[in-house]
């Protein structure tokens, strides 16, 4: 299988300490939990530094700084549990956020084609006297000619990446705001790890979305799948992996750093914060940040342990307990449709929209298959019913059996999100590789996962 283009560093992502990570919320505007949890987090900054300021004044009493502080005893205070890390927080779509929309003009997460990010111009000036990380910073002409998310994903990717590099025909590199005759993505964005925090209104439970062919991102997801089941069962934490293994192929946010990560909890209402959701977000954002410290806490002490004359009392690395949990490598995973329209990660069973309204649609969900997501769905199966009542079954056109993802998401509604149902297949996916793995039939022969091309057979 063509496994796309080699990597143009010699070092393993494994072997790269991380250290700057961006948790992103708001990327859409009504998605209150992602906002709540990186305001959270801010809190938790602020409390740690107080509480560093009061050590610093108190070192030669005897006053405990500790019971000064009114944090819920089993709540995690990042700063203090993962110091090897630089985490800040990113407000992705603060205009959309205080009107509570999912965006103002256009979604926010399909904006960050090199296409689209080369059509915006910025004024690096104005960036620097704003607060880029909470506010909308670009007020002249040029964003008031152009539709705000574009304006915006251009102001986050100066922030976080840049995501492109380019060369003129003098081999000058430069931003991804420029013109040029050639580009590839940038090697070395401001940001490591980009977290986007997001809710749907499925039940989907917690899932993490990652692209395929990021061996780093891959074994994240196993340990925050690890971490994550212990805590809400088998069924309370799922992968869900893109087929996109170029950060240049994706339009979304997280594709601004080096590498994404992207939390989706639900089912939760638009505009609505529930203090469970709220938690299993946080577990899925500490195992990842635990992840990532404890793996830097190995490279950074690789050459103490590699001095030591016994280490057989030495506790087990990260990768380690992944081995223990995965012993075959395999992690289960669902395989997203490829995508058809433009713009789009994964492809969706669309639905047709009402003449006059773009963002209605033309047919509803079966109630046989609301709440359903990764059930599998069989050819001739309900799937849709119109006006008058008719049943519409599902037609077989991804496949005889498929698993359905964001069943009747609230955000699939608008045109510029992409209509539709997500379509999924069972995978698996080797953790030290990020790529998915190829299944053998009974004789030994190779055999892939295909999913077939979307048709608009619902239209």
């Known amino acids: 299988k063509d496994r796309g283009p080699e990597r143009s560093s010699d070092v393993s992502p494994f072997d790269r300490v991380i250290t700057k990570v961006a948790v992103v919320g708001g990327t859409h505007g009504n998605e209150y939990t992602g906002v709540w949890c990186i305001k959270a987090i801010e809190h938790q900054r602020q409390q740690h530094q107080r509480q560093q300021q009061q050590q610093n004044a108190s070192d030669d009493s005897n006053i405990n700084t500790n019971n000064n502080n009114n944090t819920a005893e089993n709540k995690i205070n990042i700063f203090e549990k993962f110091p090897t890390l630089d985490v800040q927080t990113l407000l992705a779509n603060p205009r959309a956020y205080m009107e509570n929309k999912r965006f103002v003009d256009t979604d926010l997460n399909r904006e960050f084609s090199e296409e689209k990010l080369r059509r915006v111009t910025i004024d690096e000036t104005v960036m620097e006297e704003c607060d880029v990380r909470n506010e909308f910073c670009s007020d002249g002409d040029v964003a008031s000619s152009l539709a705000v998310e574009a304006v915006r994903a251009r102001e986050i990717d100066s922030l976080l990446g840049p995501k492109f590099r380019t060369e003129d025909a003098e081999g000058n590199a430069s931003s991804s705001s420029s013109s040029s005759s050639s580009s590839s993505s940038c090697e070395n964005p401001a940001t490591d790890v980009v977290i986007d925090l997001h809710t749907t209104t499925t039940n989907m439970g917690i899932s993490i979305i990652i692209p395929e062919g990021d061996p780093l991102m891959a074994a994240a997801a196993a340990y925050v799948m690890r971490k994550c089941r212990e805590r809400y069962g088998e069924d309370g934490v799922r992968c869900c992996m893109h087929a996109l293994p170029r950060r240049e192929d994706r339009s979304n946010l997280s594709s601004c750093g080096r590498h994404g990560f992207t939390i989706e909890v ?119 019913v119109t006006l008058d009542g008719t049943v519409v079954p599902y037609d077989g056109s991804h496949g005889e059996e498929v698993h359905l993802i964001f069943v009747n998401e609230g955000g699939y509604y608008y045109e510029s999100s992409g209509t539709g149902i997500g379509v999924a297949v069972k995978s698996r996916f080797d953790w030290q590789t990020g790529w998915f793995l190829v299944e053998s039939d009974d004789e030994g022969g190779a055999i892939e996962e295909v999913i077939l091309e979307e048709k608009d057979s619902y239209e």
């Not at 103490?304 to 087990?316: E, G, H, I, L, T």
């Not at 992944?322 to 395999?330: C, D, K, R």
């Not at 006059?356 to 059930?375: G, I, K, M, T």
């Open 266 to 384: 639900g089912p939760t209402p638009q505009g609505v914060i529930r203090h469970d959701v709220v938690e299993k977000t946080d577990a899925a954002i500490h195992a990842l940040l635990e992840f990532l410290h404890l793996r830097n806490l190995e490279l950074r002490n690789a050459d103490d342990d590699a001095d030591a004359d016994d280490d057989a009392d030495a506790s087990p690395s990260v990768l380690d307990r992944l081995e223990e949990t995965y012993p075959s490598g395999a992690v289960p995973c669902y395989r997203s449709a490829p995508a058809v329209r433009p713009g789009e990660l994964s492809g969706k069973i669309s639905w047709p929209n009402d003449p006059a309204n773009p963002n209605f649609p033309a047919l509803v969900v079966h109630e046989s298959v609301q709440d359903r997501d990764f059930e599998p769905l069989r050819a001739g199966d309900p799937l849709f």
